[in-house]
């Protein structure tokens, strides 16, 4: 099966940016993949998928902020945050959409002054 690492969290003031990537152990890119995050005591919520045929979607929450990519050679997903908000503070990982493969272990964000 696919076994994804995720990377690229950390601390960052509100407003700034980070970008996620999520490297897979085989091609991926048949099916649609997603970013999905995790806040405390909130369940796990989808926030940016991209198909197969390389289109996008974006929750509301995250919409006009967070870029949804992929880089096939490196079988790598991106999700790039710009204008953070502390409400987007989670542990964010990246699966298939529907999350049909294991989960990663996620990488943190926290948006914080």
């Known amino acids: 099966q696919v076994q994804l690492v995720e990377s690229g969290g950390g601390l960052v003031q509100p407003g700034g940016s980070l970008r996620l990537s999520c490297a897979a152990s085989a091609r991926f890119f048949s099916i649609s993949v997603g970013w999905y995050r995790q806040a405390p005591g909130k369940q796990r919520e989808l926030v940016a998928t991209i198909t197969s045929a390389g289109s996008t979607k974006y929750a509301d929450s995250v919409k006009g902020r967070f870029t949804i990519s992929r880089d096939s050679a490196k079988n790598t997903v991106y999700l790039q945050m710009n204008s953070l908000k502390p409400e987007d503070t989670a542990d964010y990982y990246c699966?298939?959409?529907?999350?049909?493969?294991?989960w990663g272990q996620g990488t943190q964000v926290t948006v914080s002054s």
């Open positions: 699966n298939a959409v529907p999350a049909v493969l294991g």
